[in-house]
Each structure stands twice: as structure tokens, then as C-alpha cells.
């Protein structure tokens, strides 16, 4: 599962990191599902879950490009949670750590341009 080094385990494979991506969707799928069912708890547990899923490979493999952007997707929902809650100094941080991540993936352009739209929206008010 994991790449050895000299420092033992060092990274995380790449079937580690498909499987704990695979699990950071699931959870990220079941927050929209409780969502739209008006469980906010619920689905705060879940992108919770899926931010922390993603957070520890990312630790074991920063250079994977796939944990990167999905880092980008769970801060993006994060702010966009506490924007709907009214909490607009968590919304500013938290597409502040998207945008931060995300000015460093060329291929997400398009999402980096709309964190940068909604933050300057926030900041604004």
C-alpha cells in the first residue's frame, strides 16, 4: 500500500489513494444527498468525514494530483456551507484555503475563477 523510502513509509500508493478518494466521494455524496434533506448536521458529518479521508493521504502524497484538487473540492464545500449558514468570516477562510490550493492546479482554472469570484463577493460585504 505504501512506497518505502529511507524513511519507511513515506507516501501512499496508488491503490491507497484510489480507494481513499473513492471513499472521500462516497462521503462527499452522501453530504448532498442530507443535504437536499434538509439534514445540515448530517451532511456536515459527512464532507467532514470526506475532507478528513482526503486530508490524510494527502499528507502520505502531496504530489498526487487527484488528492490536490479533491482538497480544493472539500474547502470549496466548506465554504459554501458556511456562506448558507450566514458565516461569512468561515466562508471567507475557507475559499481562502481553496483558492490557495487551487492557484496551484493549472487544470482547475474554471473553479479557481469562481472561488476567486465568490470570495471577492464575501470580502465586499
Request: aromatic share 12%; net charge positive.
Given at each position: 500500500i505504501y512506497a518505502d523510502d529511507d524513511n519507511g513509509l513515506s507516501g501512499a500508493g496508488d491503490e491507497y489513494c484510489a480507494a481513499s478518494?473513492?471513499?472521500c466521494a462516497c462521503c462527499?455524496?452522501?453530504?448532498?444527498?442530507?443535504l437536499?434533506?434538509?439534514d445540515e448536521n448530517?451532511?456536515?458529518?459527512?464532507?467532514?468525514?470526506?475532507?478528513r479521508v482526503i486530508e490524510d493521504v494527502y499528507r502520505l502524497n502531496p504530489k498526487h494530483?487527484?488528492?490536490r484538487r479533491d482538497l480544493v473540492v472539500c474547502c470549496s464545500i466548506y465554504a459554501q456551507i458556511a456562506e448558507g449558514r450566514g458565516d461569512v468570516a468561515g466562508a471567507i477562510d475557507h475559499?481562502?484555503?481553496?483558492?490557495g490550493r487551487?492557484?496551484?492546479e493549472p487544470a482547475l482554472e474554471p473553479v479557481t475563477e469562481h472561488i476567486r469570484e465568490r470570495l471577492n463577493a464575501l470580502v465586499k460585504q
Open positions: 478518494r473513492a471513499l462527499t455524496k452522501l453530504g448532498d444527498y442530507a437536499r434533506a434538509g448530517g451532511a456536515s458529518s459527512y464532507y467532514a468525514r470526506a475532507k494530483v487527484g488528492c475559499y481562502r484555503k481553496a483558492l487551487a492557484e496551484k
